[in-house]
């Protein structure tokens, strides 16, 4: 067994499986404080819609404080942020109070472009879920965080702002 067999063992000691809701909310909690003490400057969340995640939840939005500062920037991509509003309305707040280190964005909805559902932290980690049976896997290495980080690149690059942080109104 050589060095490279030796690292990819213990990193897949350390991925964790997810398997369902309950599993899905606590990788992603693990990830937010595996990035607070890392120092990750970038997070990154994609998902259709964010209807399975605990963005609403005091938890949730308590962890993004605490790893969210003014020199780290908070990426969204949705494919539709229309439900986000209505259905955390806890994390809206966040995002207001923070609008300067969040960026959110949506696909061109013509290009009909299938939105991964994700938490990524470049060079950290990567929870990614896999059909629509939460199911999936928070990796810390390897092949998954360089195709999340590709795939990221190539989604945000045909997208446009979405998910204004106020709404003006004449």
């Given amino acids: 067994m050589d060095t490279t067999d030796r690292a990819e063992d213990a990193r897949s000691e350390q991925d964790e499986r997810i398997d ?9 909690h693990e990830a937010l404080r595996i990035c607070r003490e890392a120092n990750a400057q970038q997070i990154w969340i994609a998902d259709a819609t964010f209807d399975e995640w605990p963005l609403g939840q005091r938890s949730f939005v308590q962890a993004l404080s605490a790893w969210v500062s003014s020199r780290r920037s908070f990426h969204m991509l949705a494919g539709d942020f229309g439900p986000v509003a209505p259905r955390h309305p806890r994390f809206v707040e966040w995002r207001r109070t923070w609008a300067h280190v969040v960026s959110c964005r949506q696909p061109n909805p013509e290009e009909r472009v299938e939105v ?18 939460l199911r999936g896997k928070l990796e810390r290495g390897g092949v998954e965080l360089r195709a999340a980080d590709e795939m990221l690149d190539a989604i945000s690059q045909r997208s446009t702002d979405a998910f204004p942080s106020t709404l003006l109104g004449l």
């Fill in 116 to 133: 991964p559902t994700l938490l990524y932290a470049p060079d950290l980690l990567c929870v990614r879920i896999h059909g629509p049976h």
């Fill in 20 to 28: 369902g809701r309950s599993s899905f909310w606590n990788a992603l």
